[in-house]
């Protein structure tokens, strides 16, 4: 067992971006969530870790946040890092000055960069050009510091992962559902897709999720059926039917409405409810508590939208729990690839 550690004794992560789910391989996904719940349990316990002593870390934003934004500068704070947000106002960044010029100023004076914002071209540029760690806090192809923080929940409320069935209701083909599509591919999972044909993730997004699972076991299900792709679940996972930068309300609406996550949904899965749980990224719109909320009721006359009020405050919600663990997840991505860690290959095989 000695002998496994000696010469190995490199941070495989260290210097590595995190910009979608193909950026690790399965081993080091699985990794990070434990580094997660292992970090979880130091914050909880005041037990130092403070990884990132004297490091600074940039934080770009073209679309709003409330968690991702928490849990970064929370998160390096209590590494040690200094965390300076850079909204889209903020910067020059695409309207006066490149990806690469902006990447290679940023490189230069920050340790890390997290990049929100629409295009995954503009976080790949960042991390091309700008020599540090790039971390994706959503673009709108993926989410993965959504992903590895929903993982570390259900492991959290399953005690493993390999086996269990996540479904993902709604709009098949956003940030979230491609990232989870891939993720639960990854740590053998098995994912059902839940969504109207025409919001079918994409062909790629399929290809690297079927690769994935033939090595690890998991079931791929893509269906428009709602009875058969509920069943045996043991997660229920949806996301808002409109997603940032896009404006298609009615006709989400429409598409979305019979795909909603309701009680009556919960109960077709027909699984025990020790077993079931129910996940959302978050924000999400189950009253009209909330601007868009109430003008989709005014308009289309529905007070609920992709999640009833009824099943968000319901024993099966584990939402908040999940938005918690963005941080102590994203704490882990930022220590494993900036922090000066021994993480043992070996740890990874
Ligand atoms: N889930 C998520 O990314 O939340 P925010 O948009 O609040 O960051
Ligand atoms: N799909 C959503 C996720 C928000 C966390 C969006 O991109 O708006």
Redesign the pocket.
Known sequence: MVQEFLGKEENVFQGRSILAETSMTPAEMEYLIDFGLHLKYLRKHNIPHRYLEGKNIALLFEK??????SSFVTSAVELGAHPDYMGVNDIHLGNKESVEDTARILGSMFDGIEFRGFKQSTVEGLAKFSGVPVWNG?TDEW?PT?TIPDLMTVKENFGHLKGLTLTYMGDGRNNVANSLLVACSMVGMNVHIVTPKELNPSEKHVAIAKKNAEVSGSEILITDDIDKGVKGSNVIYTDVWVSMGEKNWEERVNLLKPYQVNMELMKKTGTPDDQLIFLH???AFHDTNTTYGEDVYEKYGIKEMEVTDEVFRSDYCRAFEEGEN?KHGIKAIMAATLGNLFIPSVALH
Do not use: D, E, V
Request: proline share 8%; glycine share 8%.
């Open positions: 709003g946040s409330t968690r991702t934004r959503l989410h959504q990224c978050l924000p963005r």
